[in-house]
Structure formats: structure tokens, C-alpha cells
């Protein structure tokens, strides 16, 4: 999958560190998303940004940031992080409908940030 | 409220036999359904998706899925299993919006 780029691929931050995640999407999609995948977890879904603007944050820790200059482009900037935030980090896009209704367009997801926090 | 069941956590199968992996999703009004499927080290894969067109969705690599509402089912199938098929799979509902619930997962195991 080639839609969706992730970078980088793997990242060893300690706890004191600041680093970012940046995803890019080629599809011309409207909307991105992160999420966490952790061990014997079901997928937590972290934000959500429909036509730039953030619509989703679920009760994520304010050391966990995102940006959204464009698009395109989604960042997630992580500070003071815990060892508990270990985990892969998906990107994902899709193409929302403007209006309110069924939601039945596919998520395009990259190939994850594996994160691991000393 | 809406919520999806992926009843195996495992399922292991021999090469060439056929493949099935459960899924019952829970909502109150007509969801949208799909199936993905992660290989190791990499991003969740659309397999296929349902947003009540035919019942019976074919979707890439020889796999499908029936959606029965009066089951409130949406199992994955595939009539002959392939080493590459060794994956893990992700059911998936939807309702509105960006409102897409994720089952746990079914890790699926080929054997030679």
C-alpha cells in the first residue's frame, strides 16, 4: 500500500525525548485519522480530522499531539511519553461524505510507526 | 451503540482447506461491514466491504463474506486456504461519520 506513507518506521525515544511522526496520504482524501495498535488490544482509535479540522479526540493524553497543516500531511508530536505508549502507530485516510449519513468509505491505513519508549 | 464480536481469537487451518472466521457486529441502524487483514509489520489491508448493495461481497485474494442481518453476522470466508493467507483479520462496523468499531481480531495460522 503505497497511498499511505508513514515515517519513520521505527522509533526508540526515551522518556524525556520530543520526536514526531508524520504520515502522508496520496489519494486525495478529506479526512486522517491516528491510531494506536498495542499487544491483545483491539484498535484505539486516537484522532480525527475531517477537512482539516480536528472532529475526534478521544481522551488521549495531552502528551500525545497532533498537527494537520494540510490534507495531506498529519504529524503526531510526542513528548514526556510513558513506557505504556510502546505500540504501532497507524495513520489512516479516507474520503468522508460532506453531508450526515451512512458511513461507507473504506479507511486506507500506512504501514505504522513501531514506537518504543525507554 | 454499536459493537463488533470477532468470536476466535485463533483459528488454524491446513493448507488448501477452506477458511471461515466469525464475526456479529450489535447496531441500531443499517451498518456499513469490513474486513481487513494485517500482515506482520504492516498497516490494516481492506479485504472487502458491505454498505447494503449484495449480500454476498467478494473481496481480493479469493475471500468473501455474507452479511445476514437476522444473524447480525458478516463471517469471512475462503473456499482454499494459502500460506500467504496467514495473517491477522480485523471485522469492522460502522454506522456514521468516523464511527468505525474494530473487532479484537482472529489470527489466522496456515499449516503445510
Known amino acids: 500500500e503505497t497511498g499511505v506513507t508513514q515515517t519513520p518506521r521505527h522509533l526508540v525515544m526515551g522518556m524525556t525525548n520530543k520526536k514526531s511522526l508524520k504520515c502522508e496520504q496520496h489519494l486525495g482524501h478529506n479526512a486522517m485519522y491516528w491510531y494506536k495498535q498495542s499487544a491483545k488490544k483491539p484498535l484505539e482509535l486516537m484522532f480525527v480530522?475531517?477537512?482539516?479540522?480536528?472532529?475526534e479526540n478521544n481522551s488521549v493524553p495531552s502528551r500525545f499531539s497532533p498537527e494537520c497543516p494540510n490534507s495531506s500531511h498529519l504529524f503526531l508530536h510526542l513528548h514526556t511519553l510513558q513506557p505504556e505508549d510502546s505500540a504501532l502507530y497507524l495513520c489512516?485516510?479516507?474520503?468522508?461524505?460532506?453531508?450526515?449519513?451512512?458511513?461507507?468509505?473504506?479507511?486506507?491505513f500506512g504501514n505504522g510507526t513501531r514506537l518504543t519508549v525507554t | 451503540a454499536q459493537s463488533v464480536t470477532q468470536l476466535d481469537s485463533h483459528v488454524s487451518v491446513s493448507e488448501g482447506t477452506p477458511v471461515l472466521l466469525r464475526c456479529n457486529y450489535s447496531?441500531?441502524?443499517?451498518?456499513?461491514l469490513f474486513w481487513y487483514v494485517q500482515h506482520p509489520n504492516k498497516g490494516l489491508q481492506l479485504l472487502l466491504k458491505y454498505t447494503s448493495a449484495a449480500t454476498l461481497v467478494k473481496g481480493i485474494n479469493g475471500f468473501e463474506a455474507e452479511f445476514k442481518k437476522s444473524e447480525t453476522s458478516f463471517h469471512l470466508t475462503k473456499p482454499s486456504a494459502h500460506m500467504s493467507d496467514a495473517a491477522e483479520y480485523f471485522c469492522?462496523?460502522?454506522?456514521?461519520?468516523?464511527?468505525?468499531?474494530f473487532g479484537a481480531g482472529t489470527r489466522l495460522t496456515v499449516k503445510p
Open positions: 469492522v462496523v460502522s454506522v456514521s461519520g468516523n464511527d468505525m468499531r
Open positions: 489512516a485516510s479516507s474520503q468522508q461524505r460532506a453531508l450526515p449519513g451512512p458511513y461507507n468509505s473504506p479507511l486506507h
Open positions: 447496531s441500531s441502524y443499517s451498518p456499513s
Open positions: 480530522y475531517n477537512f482539516k479540522e480536528q472532529t
